[in-house]
């Protein structure tokens, strides 16, 4: 059975720092685009980073310059160094795999809250 298991999470104050992880298996992960969504009560959930197959990453626009994905073929894992976090940053942040549209897998999440 596929897993995505995301870990690092946590309370942070704004302008802290946190690195999740998304460790899979049961997928040829080298072959699979990564990303990370967001995913807030009431609202869809967000694309925040994507990484290719060969290492081309995408981000949305709020995060820029703040947010780094990357990811270790020989450990499975995808990353997401966040720096400078916001309240708005708050939220589940939820892993996904994508080859094509039936070999696409999510994890639970882990929950990010950015407070005082």
């Known amino acids: 059975q596929v897993q995505l298991v995301e870990s690092g999470g946590g309370l942070v104050q704004p302008g802290g720092s946190l690195r999740l992880a998304c460790v899979t298996s049961?997928?040829?992960?080298?072959?699979?685009?990564m990303g990370w969504y967001c995913q807030t009560p009431g609202k869809q959930r967000e694309l925040v980073a994507t990484?290719?197959?060969?290492?081309?990453?995408t981000y949305r626009d709020s995060v820029k310059g703040r947010f780094t994905i990357s990811r270790d073929n020989a450990k499975n894992t995808v990353y997401l160094q966040m720096n400078s976090l916001r309240p708005e940053d708050t939220g589940v942040y939820i892993c996904?795999?994508?080859?094509?549209?039936?070999?696409?897998?999510w994890g639970r999440g882990t929950q990010v809250t950015v407070s005082s």
């Open positions: 996904n795999a994508d080859l094509r549209s039936n070999l696409n897998y």
């Open positions: 049961r997928i040829t992960f080298s072959m699979y685009a």
């Open positions: 990484i290719t197959s060969g290492g081309t990453t």
